[in-house]
């Protein structure tokens, strides 16, 4: 279980950054810059599903969410339900030669 001197510590962070730099984790600036949001709800998805219980095992869980966003990107990652949706749609083409056709 965790420490309450973990759990307060970790209730002031508010940011990507926060959280990179609290566990001493070197990243890249551009990296965070475009995929913050990402980098977060993974780290909250890896979480999960270790239930780490010490300092080590949530640094794991971020080193590997900021990785995946280093050799990858969102649209390939599809964290958020949004490009799940996008994924699921069908495909509709249009020639060009129907654009601006009457109907």
Not at 20 to 42: S, W
């Amino acid at each position: 279980m965790l420490t309450m001197t973990l759990r307060d510590e970790l209730a002031e962070l508010s940011s990507a950054e926060d959280f990179l730099n609290y566990f001493k984790i070197n990243f890249e600036p551009a990296v965070v810059e475009v995929n913050r949001l990402h980098i977060l709800k993974r780290f909250h998805d890896y979480l999960g599903q270790n239930d780490p219980a010490e300092w080590e095992g949530f640094a794991q869980c971020l080193q590997r969410a900021y990785q995946d966003f280093v050799e990858s990107d969102a649209l390939t990652e599809k964290v958020f339900k949004v490009f799940h949706r996008q994924a699921a749609q069908r495909e509709v083409r249009i020639a060009l030669a129907d654009i601006g056709r009457p109907a």
